[in-house]
Nanobody, 122 residues
Framework: QVHLVESGGGSVLDGGSLRLSCAAS????????MAWFRQAPGKAREFVAL????????LYADSVKGRFAISEDNSRNTVYLQMNSLKPEDTAVYYC???????????????WGQGTQVTVAW
């Protein structure tokens, strides 16, 4: 199994930046895709971005395209989400996930981190 631990959440003002980290351990070799999802209060969990290990393939939700950037550090089995120009509507718990499918669907990810809170205030 893959074990995921997120860090880097916090509170920022509108227009601010944060960088989230997701450290993977365990059977990392069984996971070919790493993704970030988020869940705001009262809403369903939604796709934010994904990266395929070692290939450079990236995909973003339209709502974050041009503001967020996902990247990987293979030597540390860590994936990052750089979030710039944050807006109040980006407020949510952000989750890291791993899976074998190049997918934006929650159901296609088998391992999840505990989540990290991101709050963007006016």
């Amino acid at each position: 199994q893959v074990h995921l631990v997120e860090s880097g959440g916090g509170s920022v003002l509108d227009g601010g930046s944060l960088r989230l980290s997701c450290a993977a351990s365990g059977r990392v070799y069984s996971s070919s895709v790493m993704a970030w999802f988020r869940q705001a209060p009262g809403k369903a969990r939604e796709f934010v971005a994904l990266i395929r290990w070692h290939s450079g393939s990236l995909l973003y939700a339209d709502s974050v395209k041009g503001r967020f950037a996902i990247s990987e550090d293979n030597s540390r089995n860590t994936v990052y989400l750089q979030m710039n120009s944050l807006k109040p509507e980006d407020t949510a718990v952000y989750y890291c996930a791993s899976g074998s499918q190049y997918s934006t669907s929650v159901a296609d990810y088998s391992a999840w981190g505990q989540g990290t809170q991101v709050t963007v205030a006016w």
